[in-house]
């Protein structure tokens, strides 16, 4: 039996294709860099004593519950309109939304410090020895290096899709 051109193409073509639509979509590749910087945020909270340094812990109030209150809403009223809708797109950003919610859970940072850190500078991270929190960050960090080339081929080609 004689495979077709789309069996052949593998691993890579099918990863492409859920990220960024094979080069065409943006969104949908900022939404994934996004959703990994989440991720490797809260390892790194989990395994660094470092990434401690960075959170600022409000005290439980008002602020606060207003804070978790409007994030809340803002979830639920940006489900409702997705399950709607149904774009597959829109659940990506509700994972982006459920993570920043993990985020905040297990890290207790409010003001999303460690976080606005991680996504200044990406690629930054400690090495502390050989171990499972090395070999996980390597691998995100390198997954998102291949989504920033994706996210800037697809502006790139933006412009011819238009035409």
């Known amino acids: 039996m004689e495979q077709t ?47 401690r340094d960075y959170v600022i812990h409000i005290e439980k109030g008002m602020f606060r519950e207003l804070l978790i209150a409007g994030f809340i809403s803002f979830f639920v009223w940006h489900f409702v309109y997705s399950v709607v809708q149904m774009r597959r797109q829109q659940f990506l950003f509700l994972l982006m939304y459920l993570l920043l919610g993990l985020y905040f859970y297990i890290t207790d940072d409010v003001t999303f410090n460690l976080l606005f850190h991680n996504i200044i500078n990406p690629f930054e991270f400690e090495f502390n020895g050989f171990n499972l929190y090395t070999i996980v960050q390597v691998f995100i960090k390198l997954v998102m290096l291949y989504l920033i080339i994706k996210f800037f081929q697809s502006l790139k080609n933006r412009d011819k899709l238009k035409q």
């Open 5 to 51: 051109i789309s069996e052949r193409k593998g691993f890579l073509h099918s990863f492409d294709k859920y990220t960024s639509k094979n080069g065409t979509d943006w969104y949908l590749a900022l939404t994934w860099i996004f959703i990994l910087e989440l991720i490797s945020s809260i390892i790194e909270f989990y395994y660094l004593d470092v990434a």
